[in-house]
């Protein structure tokens, strides 16, 4: 976590003891008057000549003038309630070369003994939630580069349908590979190492911006992509008739630049009012609803699609057409192969804000979210491409084809199949259906919506 401690905090009594008995009254006044002090010592103090970290009240403790490239240190201040038992321990803050202040500082040595068990648990449950999303999200990056190269390698397997997968699977790797770029980036929770730590991070600080930026737009354009994935499905099965060919360019539109369309506002808004750290702490909540906002209507509309879907389903399937006595098992599998597809389970706790969410609930929520999302990328490679019946079909196609060429199997020689003429409808000649089965040649557009509906069943 940012090693930062807010005065709010404090006012809300998050740090008060109740040997100490102390109201938020008073430690604001003992706050007060330590600031005055602290004003009236630097300016009777004269500046050190040459370049220097200049003197300053940080909100939190008193500040000297420090020479560039050391780590000053400075007593924990005396208005905390529980001063007494850290009376002897000091806060520190790096003075970059250039005689700016870093921006963190280290004042573990001031945390009150009695919640620091209580914090050490909270820090050890997030390291291991940290921990489970950096296995998803490499897992979910090999699984879809994979994915994606075979579904491009495939001429027979390019389609509408496979297109609109293919830049589901790239929004899923960008998100990964942005998420996990960005927390090398982040400074690591705790004291600095050495001297050169803050150094090395002010300098990366634009760095860390920009990755942030880069992860917001990532992210955004993963949950679009779901919109359109769930729109796509939504109008074939419900849109019978038409073609979709057309309707592909709109679909890039919407899924590479509708995140642009709040991504920037939200930068230029983070710039001008919240320019602080690495921006991936959001102390000005209207400004975080700019991204939040955009993503929950994604979400809604999803999981109005998904009830919509499984209306047609439940219909289909108790069909006699579809003939399926075991609706039910096909319904439960059916419904567990859209969840990740359309990201369903962000409705769970979707309702639930970061405002709202404290203790158990906050750590619920980040482990559902976490794990679910981290693993979403690779569920959607295995359901929608490994244990897809056209891809296999592919795959052993295409090795069978490898094994031929390369002389370690010979082509077994079939009699060709008797041909039968039908007209084309075209006027330009006939269809040859022998030729036509060798081929496998795959269903038209008209018939997608069943061969997508029948894949689900």
């Not at 990366?204 to 769930?230: D, I, M, S």
């Not at 962000?346 to 693993?375: C, M």
Request: hydrophobic residues 40%; contains cysteine.
């Amino acid at each position: 976590q940012p090693l930062q401690v807010s005065l709010g905090d404090l006012w809300r009594g998050r740090g008060l003891t109740g040997s100490e008995g102390q109201t938020s009254g008073e430690l604001y006044q003992r706050w007060e008057r330590y600031r005055r002090e602290c004003q009236e010592t630097l300016e009777a103090a004269e500046p050190p000549p040459g370049l220097t970290c200049n003197g300053s009240f940080d909100m939190y403790v008193c500040w000297d003038y420090a020479a560039p490239n050391v780590t000053a240190r400075a007593s924990c201040p005396w208005y905390l309630p529980w001063h007494r038992h850290v009376a002897t321990g000091f806060v520190l803050r790096q003075c970059g070369s250039d005689g700016q202040w870093g921006p963190w500082r280290d004042h573990s040595q001031c945390e009150d003994p009695e919640k620091n068990g209580s914090f050490q648990d909270q820090r050890l449950i997030l390291e291991r939630l940290q921990v489970v999303y950096t296995i998803g999200y490499s897992l979910s990056l090999a699984t879809l580069l994979l994915a994606l190269l075979i579904l491009s390698f495939f001429r027979r397997l390019h389609c509408t349908r496979n297109y609109i997968h293919i830049n589901l699977f790239t929004s899923f790797m960008l998100r990964a590979a942005a998420i996990l770029t960005r927390d090398r980036l982040l400074p690591p929770p705790g004291p600095y190492p050495g001297d050169r730590g803050p150094t090395l991070w002010n300098q990366a600080l634009a760095a860390c911006r920009t990755a942030q930026t880069l992860t917001q737009y990532c992210v955004g354009a993963n949950y679009t992509w779901l919109l359109v994935e769930g729109v796509y499905l939504h109008r074939l099965l419900v849109l019978v008739g038409g073609s979709e060919e057309g309707h592909f360019c709109c679909y890039l539109l919407l899924g590479w630049g509708a995140p642009a369309l709040f991504v920037i506002p939200w930068v230029i808004v983070r710039y001008l009012y919240e320019n602080t750290q690495c921006w991936e702490r959001n102390e000005v909540k209207a400004i975080w609803w700019i991204i939040r906002t955009p993503i929950l209507i994604t979400i809604l509309i999803n999981f109005l699609i998904f009830i919509r879907i499984l209306g047609i389903l439940v219909s289909k399937l108790r069909t006699r057409q579809m003939r399926c006595p075991d609706y039910r098992l096909r319904l439960a599998r059916s419904t567990l192969t859209l969840v990740p597809l359309l990201g369903v389970h962000e409705v769970v706790f979707a309702p639930v804000t970061e405002e709202q969410a404290r203790g158990a609930l906050r750590f619920a929520k980040l482990g559902f979210e976490i794990f679910l999302s981290s693993f979403q990328g690779f569920l959607v490679s295995v359901l929608y491409c490994f244990v897809n019946k056209e891809v296999q079909s592919e795959i052993r196609r295409g090795w069978h084809s490898l094994r031929c060429s390369l002389g370690k199997e010979q082509r077994p020689k079939l009699p060709e199949p008797a041909s039968q003429a039908l007209p084309s409808g075209s006027g330009r000649g006939e269809i040859r259906i022998g030729r036509a089965l060798s081929l496998g040649a795959l269903p038209g557009p008209r018939d997608e919506g069943s061969r997508v509906l029948e894949s689900y069943c």
